[in-house]
C-alpha cells in the first residue's frame, strides 16, 4: 500500500527555536496533504491542508505565521513550527490520499520543546 | 459540541468478549465514514471503511445509519491485539475531502 514517510520521529528544542518536520508520500504523487496535531488523550485535530504549488489552508484557530506549510512538490510537504514555545509540544501528524478513499498517515513527530 | 463524538472509555473487555463502539456525526452533509485504529504513540491505521449498507471483515462489522447520524463498530471474540484507541472518521468531501476524527475510544483487553 501507500507510504506516508515523516522525518524526524521525535526531536527536542529550545524554546524560541523552529523546527522543520518533512512529511513525504514515497509512491504516489499527493496534491493534497494533511497536518494534524494531537495531544495526549485527545484526538487528531487538522491544523491545515497543504495544497501542491498553493497556499496552505489553515483551520479557524490555526496561526499561519507560527506554523508555516511549504509543499513544493507533488511528494513533499514540510511544517516549519517557528518560535516555538512549550505549550507546542504534542504529536504532529501529517497525512496523504493516494485514492478518494483512504488515507495513510506519516508516523507522527513528537515534538518537545523545553 | 464536537462534531464526531465518541465514547472516550476505557472499555476493559476479558479475551473473547464481544464488545461495541459507538460514535455519532453533526454535520448530516458528511459524505464518507470510516474507523481508524490508534496504537499508543503510533499513527492512525484504517481498520475499515464504513457502508450504509453495513460492511464486516472477519471480526469486524461496521454499521452506519444516515437517519440517525450514528456509526458503530462491533468487535467479535476480542483479542489482546486489539487493544488500542478507535477513532471514528468522517469526511465531507469536496475537493480537500479532509478528515474530521473522533476523540476515539480506548479499549483495553485483558487476558
Known amino acids: 500500500g501507500a507510504v506516508v514517510s515523516q522525518h524526524p520521529s521525535w526531536v527536542i528544542c529550545k524554546s524560541g527555536t523552529s523546527v522543520k518536520i518533512e512529511c513525504r508520500s514515497l509512491d504516489f504523487q499527493a496534491t493534497t496533504m494533511f497536518w494534524y496535531r494531537q495531544f495526549p488523550k485527545q484526538s487528531l485535530m487538522l491544523m491545515a491542508t497543504s495544497n501542491e504549488g498553493s497556499k496552505a489552508t489553515y483551520e479557524q484557530g490555526v496561526e499561519k505565521d507560527k506554523f508555516l506549510i511549504n509543499h513544493a512538490s507533488l511528494t513533499l510537504s514540510t511544517l516549519t513550527v517557528t518560535s516555538a514555545h512549550p505549550e507546542d509540544s504534542s504529536f504532529y501528524i501529517c497525512?496523504?490520499?493516494?485514492?478518494?478513499?483512504?488515507?495513510?498517515f506519516g508516523q507522527g513527530t513528537r515534538l518537545t520543546v523545553v | 459540541r464536537k462534531e464526531v463524538e465518541q465514547d472516550p472509555g476505557p472499555f476493559n473487555v476479558p479475551e473473547g468478549a464481544t464488545v461495541a463502539f459507538n460514535c455519532t456525526y453533526s454535520?448530516?452533509?458528511?459524505?464518507?465514514f470510516f474507523w481508524y485504529r490508534q496504537d499508543c504513540r503510533k499513527e492512525p491505521k484504517l481498520l475499515m471503511s464504513v457502508y450504509s449498507s453495513g460492511n464486516e471483515d472477519g471480526r469486524f462489522t461496521a454499521q452506519l445509519n444516515r437517519a440517525s447520524q450514528y456509526i458503530s463498530l462491533l468487535i467479535r471474540d476480542s483479542k489482546l491485539s486489539d487493544s488500542a484507541t478507535y477513532l471514528c472518521?468522517?469526511?465531507?468531501?469536496?475537493?480537500?475531502?479532509?478528515?474530521?476524527f473522533g476523540t476515539g475510544t480506548l479499549l483495553a483487553v485483558q487476558p
Open positions: 472518521v468522517v469526511t465531507h468531501g469536496g475537493a480537500t475531502n479532509k478528515l474530521i
Open positions: 454535520n448530516s452533509a458528511s459524505q464518507s
Open positions: 497525512s496523504a490520499r493516494d485514492t478518494p478513499r483512504e488515507a495513510f
